[in-house]
């Protein structure tokens, strides 16, 4: 069974200061895993995602997340935050080796940018 | 840049009634996904469909659901009698192959039934 849980449910950071949203993945074998974001009224946007290239990945919008299967995490960072970021964030995870074709999602964390 | 599309964005039923939800996924995409979001909960996996039928589902996914894509553009779901816990945000997704592979889910706006 693959599953994820994001350590904070919201997250309040100040414009150009760094984030941190933090992802930790269960997975029976070899999981691929995304960051998808939500902004209010809107769809679910990739932002990067993992399938066992390199373990740094760099997505949309400057954020960035590394694969670390030692400590089966998959962190969300942008080094400056934009007023802009703010948004619910979901780490996902998908089970390649299974072929299951569903995704699983985290809780989200709602990240807010103060000016 | 293609995007995946559902109508309606808001759609309000009274409990009992049949509603249908319509998803216009990407053109070349060939795996189609339902998930939902109760308000205030995790995002959940329904039901995943490809070569005109259903490749997995979950337990949430009873009776009183069905898929359906009745062309070769429409991708639906039908709750046939529905319940005030099926309010919620019902996301539409596509993905050109397998989730099993290299590949990336698509989602739509989503659709907010409310049931009253």
């Not at chain 1, 849980?5 to 760094?18: I, M, N, Y």
């Not at chain 1, 999981?31 to 209010?40: D, K």
């Not at chain 2, 995943?48 to 070769?72: A, H, L, M, T, W």
Request: glycine residues 6%.
């Amino acid at each position: 069974a693959q599953s994820v849980t994001q350590l904070d449910s919201h997250v309040s950071v100040s414009e150009g200061t760094p984030v941190l949203l933090r992802c930790n993945y269960s997975s029976s074998y070899s999981p691929s895993l995304f960051w998808y974001v939500q902004h209010p009224n809107k769809g679910l946007q990739l932002l990067l995602k993992y399938t066992s290239a390199a373990t740094l990945v760099k997505g949309i919008n400057g954020f960035e997340a590394e694969f670390k299967k030692s400590e089966t995490s998959f962190h969300l960072t942008k080094p400056s935050a934009h007023m802009s970021d703010a948004a619910e964030y979901f780490c996902v995870v998908s089970d390649r080796r299974t072929g299951r074709r569903a995704l699983t999602f985290g809780s989200g964390t709602r990240l807010q940018v103060q000016p | 840049e293609p995007e995946v599309t559902q109508t309606p964005s808001h759609q309000v039923t009274q409990m009992g009634q049949e509603v249908i939800l319509r998803c216009v996924p990407i053109s070349n995409h060939l795996y189609f996904y339902w998930y939902r979001q109760i308000l205030g909960q995790k995002v959940e996996f329904l039901v995943s469909f490809y070569n005109n039928e259903i490749s997995e589902k979950s337990e949430i996914f009873d009776d009183q659901f069905s898929v359906e894509r009745p062309d070769g553009s429409n991708f639906t779901l039908k709750i046939r009698s529905t319940k005030l816990e099926d309010s919620a945000m019902y996301f539409c997704a596509s993905s050109e192959d397998s989730l099993a592979v290299n590949t990336e889910a698509f989602f739509g706006q989503g659709t907010r039934l409310t049931v009253v």
